[in-house]
């Protein structure tokens, strides 16, 4: 099982809210790492959104739009990156990072299209 | 403004030894920790390695025994060594940094490596 799994894919309508989720296996507690969130658009290279433990380390990365945030689902050892007020130009692959183990682990990524 | 820019071959025999060179501006080197970051094609992203200035390095485990990563302060560049390359090592090449502790929050374009048999 991966460490981190993220649907393959995901739809919304422009002006959504839009959640996407990042599970962890079990056994690792989401509580305990700091989510980084990357946006990739075909043919460009990824671009920090921003990373969430919560703690004083927490930051949106320059220039992006604060409809983009972090969260966490403890219930569902889960962390969540949220776009509020999905837009066109939000259409892109999105991945969750943690460093585990000594190294850093991507999640698969979900590619959201907008509708 | 930090910009990183990655260089090489695009084309590498297999079994042969694959090197890049990243070019950062904007920074000082000594400022951050320095990642290669690979995507093959169809496929997700792929962490190779973390290198500090100091010239410690950190690998992905299943690719440790092939890579070598080292920064060159004068010329302000890092670069990445993969040898016994296989198709499998096909994929586009990042470059990416940050500050240490905290991830990466900066890529370079990124440079696409064919292994050809």
């Known amino acids: 099982q991966a460490v981190l799994t993220q649907p393959s894919s995901l739809s919304a309508s422009p002006g959504a809210a839009v959640s996407l989720t990042c599970t962890f296996r079990s056994g690792i507690d989401v509580a305990a790492y700091r989510i980084y969130w990357y946006q990739q658009k075909a043919g460009s290279p990824p671009q920090f959104l921003l990373r969430?433990?919560?703690?004083?380390?927490?930051?949106?990365g320059s220039g992006v739009p604060s409809r983009f945030s972090g969260f966490k689902d403890a219930s569902a050892n889960a962390g969540i990156l949220l776009i509020s007020g999905v837009q066109s130009e939000d259409e892109a692959e999105y991945f969750c990072v943690i460093y585990h183990g000594s190294a850093w682990v991507f999640g698969g990524g979900t590619k959201l299209t907008v509708l | 403004q930090v910009q990183l820019q990655e260089s090489g071959p695009g084309l590498v025999k297999a079994s042969e030894t694959l090197s890049l060179t990243c070019t950062v501006s904007?920074?000082?080197?000594?400022?951050?920790?320095w990642s290669w970051i690979r995507r093959p094609a169809e496929k997700g992203l792929e962490w190779i390695g973390d290198v500090y200035f100091s010239g410690a390095s950190d690998h992905n485990p299943a690719l440790t025994s092939r890579v070598t990563m080292s920064v060159d302060m004068s010329k302000s560049q890092v670069s990445l060594k993969l040898r016994s390359v296989t198709a499998a090592d096909t994929a586009t090449y990042y470059c990416a940094g940050g500050q240490v502790g905290f991830g990466v929050d900066v890529w370079g374009q990124g440079t696409t490596v064919t292994v050809s048999s």
């Open positions: 969430y433990k919560p703690d004083p380390g927490d930051q949106l």
């Open positions: 904007g920074v000082s080197i000594t400022s951050y920790q």
